[in-house]
């Protein structure tokens, strides 16, 4: 039986438990679903990490299996990898405080908000001009 056909039976399984949870907790009284609560928060998370499992398993097969798309997957990485980098170093690491002088945010959670958003500023620059450059090549022709 291959991968494929284990993870639609997995699938087809956790849909009739989570059918069968939302038939119990529907039938029981609000007293009693604060018992129910906490099993299916971590049974959602049990079910979340297996769909994770599963996509990262069929990822890393069909990487295995294709030398191209494993180099191509590795030079975006790279890239990614890079550019993460280079936000990080230019990044802002000071304390932040209240007008009472009081700290508010550490210098290390600032220099990693500050990483997310220069990442988040680079990468949107990429592709405004990425955009905008093809759409004067486009127009050209």
Do not use: P, Q, R
């Not at 890079?82 to 009081?102: H, M, P, R, W």
């Amino acid at each position: 039986m291959n991968l494929h056909k284990v993870t639609k039976i997995a699938a087809l399984g956790v849909a009739v438990l989570s059918l069968i949870f939302l038939a119990l907790i529907m039938a029981s009284s609000d007293a009693d679903n604060s018992s129910w609560i906490s099993v299916l928060i971590y049974l959602s998370y049990i079910i979340l990490f297996a769909c994770v499992a599963v996509v990262l398993i069929y990822v890393f097969k069909n990487l295995s299996s294709d030398k191209d798309a494993l180099k191509s997957t590795l030079m975006t990485v790279g890239i990614l990898v890079g550019l993460l980098v280079v936000s990080f170093l230019i990044a802002n690491g000071d304390d932040v405080y209240s007008v009472k002088k009081e700290l508010l945010v550490s210098g290390s959670a600032s220099k990693i908000v500050s990483t997310g958003l220069n990442m988040s500023y680079i990468l949107g620059s990429i592709s405004l001009f990425s955009v905008l450059f093809f759409m004067i090549k486009n127009a050209k022709k």
